[in-house]
C-alpha cells in the first residue's frame, strides 16, 4: 500500500486516474513518465519504465540510468508520492540485462538508503535547490541535471533526511532551510567517518568525507 493510504482507512483496493477524470478527493492522481514540480497534499503516484522508448520489450531500447530512477524516486517521496516501476520483459518472460542491472543498482541504493523512504513522510517542504523540475506528464528528459545543492526531504519520528541530489561542491553540504530548525546529530548514510558539521544562521553546514559513500543521492541523518 502506497504511503498515505492508510488515512483513507482503505482495504487495499485505490483508484488511479488522469486528466481530471475524478474529483481529488476520490482517487490518486497519476502522473504517466514523470511528475509534479511541487507537493501536493494529497497522495498521487507516478508510473515510469526502465524503458525510455516503451512499456513493453523492443529490439534496440535505450534505457534509463540508476541514478535518474534514484533521483525521481527521491523527489517524487519528497513531494507526498510513491513510485510504480515498470519493466518490459522478452516474450520469453526473461528481463533484459540491462533492466536487470538497472533494478539491482537502485536496490543497492536501498539497502544503504531505504530508511530515507520506505515508511516516511513529506516534511513541511519538498526540498530546496536551483534546479527547476519540470512537471507534468511524459516529461522523462526534460529537468536538467541536478546539483549538489539540490536537496530532498523526508521525514519519520524524530528524524529527517536530507538527500542530497549529487556530491555537493568541495565536499560540503549547506542546507539552508534548516538555519532555523532544532540538530542534535547529523550522519552520513554508508559512510563509516563521523561529520564535522554547524547551525548558524545561513544553515546547516557539514563537511562531508572524503571518500563517497554511493553513486548518487547521498542521505543524511539528521536527529532533531
Do not use: C
Not at 525510455?52 to 535505450?62: L, Q, S, T
Not at 530515507?116 to 528528459?141: C, H, L, M, S
Not at 549529487?166 to 539552508?176: E, G, I, M, Q, Y
Request: charged share 25%; proline share 7%.
Amino acid at each position: 500500500m502506497p504511503p498515505g493510504a492508510a488515512r483513507w482507512n482503505s482495504p487495499g483496493v485505490v483508484i488511479n486516474y488522469k486528466n481530471g477524470a475524478f474529483p481529488p478527493q476520490a482517487a490518486v492522481l497519476d502522473i504517466e513518465r514523470r511528475k509534479l514540480d511541487k507537493m501536493r497534499d494529497l497522495f498521487w503516484q507516478t508510473d515510469t519504465s526502465v524503458s525510455v522508448k516503451k512499456w513493453g520489450y523492443i529490439d534496440n531500447d535505450k534505457f534509463r540510468t540508476p541514478a535518474s530512477i534514484v533521483d525521481d524516486l527521491v523527489d517524487i517521496v519528497s513531494k507526498n508520492s510513491a513510485l510504480v516501476l515498470n519493466i518490459g520483459p522478452r516474450s520469453d518472460g526473461t528481463i533484459p540485462q540491462e533492466v536487470q542491472d538497472t533494478l539491482l543498482a537502485v536496490g543497492r541504493w536501498l539497502e544503504v538508503n531505504g530508511e530515507a523512504i520506505y515508511g516516511t513522510r513529506p516534511w513541511k517542504i519538498f526540498g530546496e535547490g536551483p534546479t527547476q523540475v519540470v512537471g507534468g506528464a511524459f516529461k522523462d528528459t526534460a529537468s536538467k541535471p541536478l546539483t549538489g545543492h539540490d536537496i530532498r526531504f523526508t521525514t519519520k519520528s524524530d528524524t529527517l533526511y536530507a538527500i542530497a541530489l549529487a556530491w555537493p561542491d568541495n565536499r560540503r553540504l549547506v542546507v539552508k532551510s534548516l538555519a532555523d530548525a532544532p540538530v542534535k546529530s547529523v550522519e552520513l548514510l554508508g559512510a563509516h567517518q563521523r561529520l564535522v558539521w554547524k547551525r548558524d544562521a545561513s544553515g546547516l553546514t557539514a563537511e562531508l568525507p572524503t571518500e563517497r559513500p554511493g553513486d548518487y543521492a547521498f542521505v543524511f541523518r539528521i536527529r532533531q
